[in-house]
Structures are given as structure tokens and as C-alpha cells.
């Protein structure tokens, strides 16, 4: 889960790096930090046994696993909204070259580097969300 986290980072660091390089200094008003990351729900998940001995035991571990991927949901969302924002502000920037192909060059960057991040955060959440079920299921025969 934290290489996936890791290869986020990487991912970004060399997007918004490779971008600066062709365009400019790129002024992004928000960064990844403003939504949860798609492994935190998951990560922040306790021992399956946590509900062992509630008469509600199972009911509670099937609750916690679909909270768990409805969390995971929000927060890719969230990460896909940041790329199309961070896109959009970059665009605009790119209107900064004076020269025309410059300028599409710093565009079709921009769109390529959005589109791996967006490629990311699918792959990052359909992982997260099969933990999150994995969770529940082992949950669920703790409880038996």
C-alpha cells in the first residue's frame, strides 16, 4: 500500500517537474495533501478481530468494509478532481509562451502527465477497495 503511495508521489513529482521544464514555473494553488490518499481508509483499518464476542459482530465488519470502500471512493475522486483542477490551471499557464508551439507542447505535457495520474489513482483504488473487501471477509470469519 505505501509503494503504491510512493509511486504516487513519484508520479506527481515527475509530472509537475517535467512540466515546469517545458512551460515555466507552474503556481498550483492545491496539492495532493488537500484529499485524503486512496490507501488511507484502508490503512487506518484495525485488526479484523475488533468486533469478536459483539453480538453484532458480523453485521459490524460488513458496515466497516463498505465505509472503508465508500472512503477509498471519495478519496480517488477527490485525487481525479485535483488532476482535472491542476490541469485546467496549467493550460492557462501555458498561455504564458509566446511561442505557439511552445505552448502546445506545454499543453499536450500537461494533458498526457493528468491522464497518468488519473490511470494511477484507478489502478490505486481498484487495489484499495479489494483490501477493503478482504478486511470485511476476514472480519466476518473472526466473528465465526
Not at 509537475?16 to 507552474?26: I, Q
Not at 453484532?56 to 481525479?80: F, H, M, P, Q, W
Request: charged share 20%; aromatic share 8%; glycine share 6%.
Amino acid at each position: 500500500m505505501r509503494g503504491w503511495l510512493l509511486a504516487f508521489a513519484l508520479v506527481y513529482g515527475s509530472w509537475a517537474g517535467a512540466t515546469r521544464a517545458l512551460a515555466g514555473d507552474f503556481t498550483l494553488p492545491f496539492g495532493d495533501g488537500v484529499c485524503v490518499h486512496v490507501d488511507a481508509p484502508y490503512g487506518a483499518l484495525p485488526s479484523p478481530a475488533l468486533f469478536i464476542g459483539n453480538v453484532k459482530c458480523g453485521s459490524l465488519c460488513r458496515s466497516v468494509a463498505i465505509d472503508c470502500a465508500k472512503y477509498t471512493t471519495r478519496a480517488a475522486s477527490c485525487l481525479n478532481t485535483l488532476a482535472s483542477d491542476n490541469l485546467d490551471y496549467e493550460k492557462k499557464e501555458c498561455a504564458n509562451n509566446v511561442d505557439p508551439i511552445s505552448e502546445k507542447a506545454c499543453v499536450a505535457l500537461a494533458i498526457t502527465d493528468a491522464a497518468a495520474q488519473r490511470v494511477l489513482v484507478k489502478t490505486m483504488k481498484a487495489s484499495e477497495l479489494a483490501l477493503c473487501k478482504v478486511w470485511g471477509d476476514a472480519c466476518v470469519v473472526a466473528c465465526q
